[in-house]
């Protein structure tokens, strides 16, 4: 049997919905949660919605959604809608759908953990020792090797750009200013400077792990030390002097301590990860 924020279904159907409860203003529901994000439609925010459901482990892979005249009564929404929310989280990896079967979670392994929105989704169920250690150990694989690829080859401006990220990190280390934008930028910009497009589109990945950190509350996001700081430092003067194999050694230090951080402030116990990881 399957309940439905109260109410029984027949036994034919297989799963059931984990809504907390239903919006007393039905169809105009989904405007008041606009103000906590993006939402821009009613499809944006079923898609929001049914997204962390899946991704916080409420429906598991393999699992069957409700159906979707449930859903939509549920709701208050129109078929249209759901259908096209379902459209954005089939696009994202994380549903599939057959006719006459319904529409079911896909394996983890099959989600696109680079798609922003699963990535703070992720960021924001909960995550694990080791989606934070998958997370780091992506960033290990890329960002030494752009910085390498920058103190070689960067331009001019691109480097100007690395630059002006870090003074303005050294002006709002105290908290006061926009901190994590300064440093999104300064990791963004050093992506750019490889003048690679698709290392550099890399930069939203960094910036979701950055933001998705800073709005969780880790300490090391909302404000940085001096030593910290130095680490970012010696980063862009080794990028400044163009000394490749410096830069990329210095950068895998500085995510090697992010992560240290990340690691204290989810109370997780340290890990060594495997060798390899360490062979830059």
Do not use: C
């Not at 929001?48 to 991704?55: A, C, D, F, S, Y």
């Not at 159906?67 to 089939?90: C, F, G, K, P």
């Not at 006719?99 to 989600?111: C, D």
């Amino acid at each position: 049997m399957k309940r439905i924020a109260g109410k029984t279904a027949g036994p034919a159907r297989t799963a059931a919905v984990p809504w907390s409860a239903r919006d007393q203003s039905g169809r105009a529901g989904w405007r008041e949660h606009a103000a906590d994000g993006p939402i821009r439609n009613v499809h944006d925010y079923l898609a929001n919605k049914l997204g962390r459901e899946i991704v916080g482990g409420i429906y598991q892979p393999g699992e069957q959604l409700p159906n979707e005249i449930d859903l939509r009564e549920h709701l208050s929404v129109s078929r249209t809608a759901l259908r096209e929310a379902y459209r954005v989280l089939a696009a994202k990896g994380l549903i599939s759908s057959r006719q006459n079967v319904g529409t079911r979670v896909r394996p983890r392994s099959e989600w696109n953990m680079l798609d922003p929105e699963v990535l703070i989704w992720s960021l924001e169920s909960g995550p694990s020792e080791q989606f934070i250690v998958d997370l780091f150990d992506l960033r290990q694989m890329i960002e030494p090797a752009a910085a390498a690829r920058a103190a070689r080859q960067g331009s001019r401006d691109a480097v100007a750009e690395i630059e002006a990220a870090f003074d303005e990190m050294v002006f709002s280390k105290d908290g006061a200013g926009d901190l994590i934008g300064a440093d999104v930028r300064f990791h963004q910009a050093i992506l750019s400077a490889t003048h690679n497009p698709l290392i550099g589109t890399l930069g939203a990945l960094i910036h979701t792990a950055l933001v998705g950190s800073f709005k969780m509350g880790w300490p090391s996001a909302a404000t940085m030390s001096d030593v910290r700081l130095t680490q970012h430092r010696v980063v862009l003067e080794a990028i400044l002097t163009h000394s490749p194999e410096d830069a990329r050694a210095r950068m895998t230090t500085l995510l090697d301590v992010s992560m240290d951080d990340v690691r204290r402030a989810l109370r997780v116990p340290h890990v060594a990860p495997p060798a390899s990881s360490k062979e830059r």
